[in-house]
């Protein structure tokens, strides 16, 4: 089965705090991606990536960086936390080809920032 | 601009009915994929079914159906015999295939299983 992991399920920063929220994949998948949810919003995306080092700026880009350095890892960083960043954070990974490749999601990250 | 739109919100359905949730996506490009994907208040985000931008058929995955209808870019999610446990958050997304394989997810619809 495939299986994402996140680090944490419950965070709780500090305004001004940089925070690190961990992804890792097992199936050797290319893509992967990091979104917020929020009530009505639905999910939007922050950053993906489809290869190691590389990355792209997704819908909401601002207050946040990426790192991939391992194929299966994929790290959002929030430079300097801020309250309007509390939210569910989800991260989701897909192999890089056409057809039914379907993302598949871990278990999310629920991220307070006081 | 928005590329994927669920206009229900939320929904009830009786249990043992049949309901159909909606969806409509906007691209140009010729090449996509659209998916459901159910979200119980647990968080997970559970993969339901798919339907290519070249299929020919209507996608079916057990008591799930998608009724694509491309001309008018739309991709509803048909679930057959509701169950309680059918009850949960409920996500369209539209892959785009030149965009790097990123996807687009509308807000949701909130479905509630009336015993």
């Known amino acids: 089965d495939v299986k994402v992991t996140q680090s944490s399920r419950y965070l709780v920063k500090r305004t001004g705090e940089k925070v690190f929220l961990e992804c890792v994949q097992d199936m050797d998948h290319e893509n992967m991606f990091w979104y917020r949810q929020d009530p009505g919003l639905g999910l939007r995306l922050i950053y993906f990536s489809y290869d190691v080092k590389m990355k792209e700026k997704g819908d909401i880009p601002e207050g946040y960086s990426v790192s991939r350095e391992k194929k299966e890892r994929f790290s959002l960083i929030l430079e300097s936390a801020s309250t309007n960043q509390t939210s569910m954070y989800l991260c989701?990974?897909?192999?890089?080809?056409?057809?039914?490749?379907?993302?598949?999601f871990g278990p999310g990250t629920r991220l307070t920032v006081l | 601009a928005q590329k994927i739109t669920q206009t229900q919100p939320g929904m009830f359905v009786q249990e043992k009915e049949a309901v159909t949730l909606d969806c409509t996506y906007d691209t140009s490009d010729p090449s996509y994929g659209l998916f459901w994907y159910k979200q119980p208040s647990s968080g997970e985000m559970i993969f339901l079914i798919y339907?290519?931008?070249?299929?020919?058929q209507n996608a079916t995955e057990g008591r799930y159906s998608l009724n694509f209808q491309k001309a008018r870019k739309s991709a509803n999610l048909v679930i057959s015999a509701s169950q309680l446990g059918d009850s949960a958050m409920y996500f369209c997304a539209m892959r785009l295939t030149n965009t790097g394989n990123q996807f687009y997810f509308g807000t949701g619809t909130s479905l509630t299983v009336i015993p």
């Open positions: 339907q290519g931008s070249y299929d020919q």
């Open positions: 989701a990974s897909s192999l890089h080809q056409d057809g039914n490749n379907e993302q598949f």
